[in-house]
């Protein structure tokens, strides 16, 4: 080889390695056997080469490892370290000491990675005893690192012995040989001090080593220097000594920073960014994000692979502060820049990074509601990593596929989503890794879910009984958390396909399981098991047991700060007070919603407020049935003082019940204008809710405020807020809004009826029959069912009998069928009516049929209102029917 191929080989394994470049991979591998023979061939033409040819050998080696070990070839990585051994394990040369012991301690590395502990040890104990002695930097530096990881061997604590009495022994030699070995032992006993949690040892023997090194201008001791004095700021508690902390961390960037050797530079950077945690620490955004962009300028080009590392979290870090910061244009780029700089990169702790950066710009897409961006990236990151060997990569990837499922699912995707959440169970459901654990935890609940969603009970079942059985016994809080929701949901799903046995005993075993959990996410499930299960008794009537439950939940979580559970002991609470109702003990359901109010009065948990509201309306009702309305009147503005600010739409309902259910209370005083104020203030407070409970109400406040008006004799006021009303609610999809809609065109037309303006009033009752002469609700079908026989009334009046008795054979069809008593009242006058009409135009046949028509439907009713009617028709049968007896009967 020429001086000029040379330079050019040297170059070449000096360059980054890009895993994606398998034509730069195979230009190494052919380097290798290129190089041996120039060396076999060098004593024949320059001895001076080989020696400097050997480390080029010995580097390409090194760097065929890393970049097999990147593209997940473990085999050929550990191929690459034994050619490296093998061929210079016994070469005199200090310098090629340094790689052989490199490779071993790589080796070890590898065969622990792949759980070969036996060869792990031995490798290491090889390393030990080959270089313990040496004088090359890097070969100590393995020793170090090995002795360090065998600590808790019987032969690791044997080493840790022999270099303490070494230090012992030789601590103040003269001998530089002696010293350098000295203050490699120093450096090993205080990192496994570290490891051992003995910090008073572990800093005795940091300072002693500083004590005798701290100046020296060797390159070797600067290293040791250096790891020093960064390990004693890393040993620093930011809580406590937050400004000693940093100094220390400046101590070594000002000892170090124009040093060239990438160890030591290594200590720079990691000082450096740990100096830009201590602004983030204060809150000081500018400096931090000034310390990060330094770090980056300075070092970017570094090949040092733990500079390159401290580079990438530095720029993942700047990121998140601009995040942090709300700046999420330059959060993208600088992702997208840490991205581009590392994506081939063959260092690990690197290629963790850009995994992490991938994951956080899909997130920021997110943030930015660019879902197809979000998608692409997902994608992109699973894509690139999907075959890593690195764990904490694969953490990112199991992550990213969780999060392109519910991405799918979002987009309404069903098959991918189901797709892609079962690719993650099964890529990665073994996997030890505690957060791949999670992610694999959350789509095997997320599928369960899906299955619900396209009714698939059979495999909701099969896949919650999957997840509970696979992680029933994990420590992990997170998937605790799952497998409490799997088991609540399974319960539910046994009591949806009608087995409530099995749901009892589902819910059961939630308790039994997780009863003395502290995770608060499961807590909430055991009470949520709790309250199902009280449920549940009450459903099959057994009453005693369901209080049981109720009285069980309350005093388990009675103290709880959770809220979840909160909510859940605040509902049991008030269902106890309505079973004591149920059982006829009115002190008890008294004491118990008294209990219940003053337990979480101040609370500011929506669900919890709820019951609170309740539990008071409740309370005034019970002063109400105790004959108390002064008790009652307190007690309603009570809660409306407390709750009349509420965002909860639950809490609202309740506050507007209590407003109508306090005018009311005026109203049977005697109170009317304290009974209009209030109504007032209760259509003002809530006229533009879209809760369909406080729609509710306020439909019945104008309703009751137009009767004011009515009582009142105020025609013009009443007709305004009945039409106030109609127009406010009529295309309302809630029922009991509707019923108050029909009442108020019922009661409109009335309104008409009595002001002489019949064609007004027709008009009105047309309306109403059209708009609600299909409901099933009962409310509006008697007021449907009025208006249409109010309606036939009004053609009679009008002398109009043909449309009379289309009218009233209209409402017969509608509503003969009806189950409710207030249409069949209607009816009954219907075919009563229908009757009479026949009569009196002479045909008598088919009235008579309607007579016997009216006894067969309603004879058997006991409804004292339609026993008349067929009481009537009964005697029509047998006695000529006289037409005045239908004056008997007029709306």
């Given at each position: ?356 950066a991938m994951y956080n710009l899909a997130l920021s897409y997110d943030a930015q509601e660019l879902l197809a961006r979000e998608t692409e990236q997902l994608r992109t990151l699973i894509g690139r990593f999907q075959d890593s060997m690195v764990e904490a990569v694969q953490v990112e990837v199991a992550k990213a596929m969780y999060r392109l499922a519910c991405t799918y699912d979002a987009q309404g995707l069903t098959e991918q989503d189901t797709e892609q959440q079962r690719t993650l169970i099964e890529r990665f459901q073994y996997f030890p890794n505690e957060e791949i654990q999670i992610s694999v935890a959350n789509a095997m609940y997320n599928l369960a879910c899906t299955y619900d969603a396209q009714e698939l009970p059979v495999q909701e079942i099969e896949q919650l009984r999957t997840l509970i059985e696979r992680f029933e016994d994990s420590w992990i809080g997170e998937i605790q958390i799952l497998v409490a929701r799997a088991m609540y949901s399974l319960a539910l799903t046994y009591d949806a396909q009608g087995l409530p046995e099995q749901g009892k ?387």
């Open positions: 080889m020429t001086p000029n191929e040379l330079q050019q080989a040297h170059e070449l394994i000096e360059s980054e390695i890009n895993i994606r470049d398998d034509a730069g991979l195979l230009q190494h591998i052919e380097l290798v056997p290129h190089l041996v023979q120039h060396i076999q061939l060098a004593p024949h033409l320059n001895p001076q080469e080989e020696p400097a040819v050997q480390p080029l050998i010995a580097k390409t080696l090194l760097k065929l490892a890393r970049w097999f070990d990147a593209k997940g070839e473990p085999e050929q990585e550990i191929a690459q370290y034994q050619a490296l051994i093998a061929r210079f394990e016994h070469s005199p040369d200090d310098v090629m000491q340094g790689f052989v012991a490199q490779a071993m301690f790589r080796l070890a590395i590898a065969y622990y990675e792949r759980g070969r502990e036996e060869e792990e040890h031995a490798q290491y104990q090889i390393l030990i005893e080959r270089f313990e002695k040496s004088p090359d930097r890097d070969a100590q530096a393995m020793v170090t690192k090995a002795v360090c990881n065998m600590a808790g061997s019987d032969y690791g604590q044997q080493k840790i012995t022999e270099r303490r009495d070494f230090i012992e022994r030789f601590e103040h030699s003269t001998d530089k040989a002696v010293q350098m070995l000295v203050a490699h032992a120093m450096f090993t006993m205080a990192f496994c001090c570290y490891i051992q949690d003995q910090e008073e040892q572990e800093m005795a023997y940091y300072h002693s080593l500083l004590r005798h090194h701290q100046d020296s201008a060797d390159v070797t001791l600067q290293r040791l220097v250096a790891k020093t004095l960064f390990n004693l700021a890393n040993r620093l508690e930011f809580q406590q000594f937050p400004d000693k902390k940093v100094t220390q961390y400046q101590a070594v960037v000002e000892r170090f920073q124009d040093s060239t050797d990438p160890v030591i530079q290594s200590c720079v950077t990691s000082a450096l960014l740990n100096f830009s945690f201590w602004y983030d620490f204060q809150g000081m955004p500018e400096p931090e994000i000034a310390q990060y962009q330094t770090l980056i300028q300075r070092f970017s080009g570094s090949a040092d692979a733990e500079v390159q590392g401290d580079v990438a979290k530095a720029m993942l870090h700047l990121a998140i502060t601009y995040k942090d910061h709300g700046l999420p244009e330059r959060e993208t780029e600088q992702l997208r820049t840490l991205i581009g700089r590392f994506q081939d990169s063959a260092v690990r702790d690197v290629q963790v990074l850009v995994a992490q005993e589902q819910l059961r075993t939630l308790i039994g399981h997780f009863q003395d959990s502290t995770v608060e996410g499961v807590q909430v499930r055991v009470a949520k098991a709790m309250y199902s299960l009280a449920l549940t008794y009450d459903a099959q009537g057994l009453l005693e047991q369901k209080t049981e439950q109720q009285l069980t939940l309350i005093e388990r979580f009675r103290d709880s700060t959770v809220e979840g559970v909160q909510i859940e002991v605040a509902k049991a609470m008030y269902s106890l007070a309505c079973t004591y109702d149920a059982w006829g003990l009115p002190e008890r359901k008294t004491e118990q919603l008294r209990t219940l109010i003053v337990r979480f009065q101040d609370s500011t948990v929506g669900g919890v407020q709820v019951e609170v509201a309740q539990a008071m309306y409740n309370l005034a009702y019970t002063y109400d049935a105790h004959g108390l309305p002064e008790q009652k009147k307190e007690q309603l503005r009570n809660l409306i003082e407390r709750f009349e600010d509420s965002e909860y739409e639950g809490v609202q309902v309740q506050v507007a019940k209590a407003m109508l259910s306090l005018a009311l209370t005026y109203d049977a005083q005697g109170l009317p204008e304290q009974e209009t104020e209030q109504l007032h203030t209760l259509i003002a407070r809530f006229q533009d809710s879209s809760v369909e409970g406080v729609q509710v109400e306020i439909a019945k406040a104008m309703l009751n405020l137009a009767c004011t008006y009515d009582a009142q004799e105020l025609s013009e006021q009443e007709k305004k807020q009945l039409r106030s009303l109609i127009a406010r609610f009529q295309d309302s999809e809630f029922g009991g809004v509707q019923v108050q809609v029909a009442k108020a065109m019922y009661n409109l037309a009335c309104t008409y009826r009595a002001q002489k303006l019949p064609e007004q009033q027709k008009e009105q009752l047309r309306t109403l029959v059209e708009r609600f002469v299909d409901s099933e609700l009962e409310g509006v079908q008697v007021q449907a069912a009025q208006a249409m026989f109010s309606l036939a009334n009004s053609y009679d009046a009008q002398g109009l009998p043909e449309q009379e008795t289309e009218q009233l054979c209209s409402l017969i069809a509608r509503f003969q069928d009806s189950e409710f008593e207030g249409v069949q009242v209607q009816v009954a006058a219907a075919m009563h009516n229908l009757a009479l009409t026949y009569d009196d135009q002479g045909k008598t046949e088919l009235g008579t049929v309607q007579y016997r028509s009216l006894i067969a439907r309603f004879q058997d009713l006991q409804v004292e209102e339609i026993q008349e009617y067929v009481d009537h028709a009964k005697s029509k049968v047998s006695v000529p029917a006289k037409s005045w007896l239908k004056k008997l009967f007029r709306w």
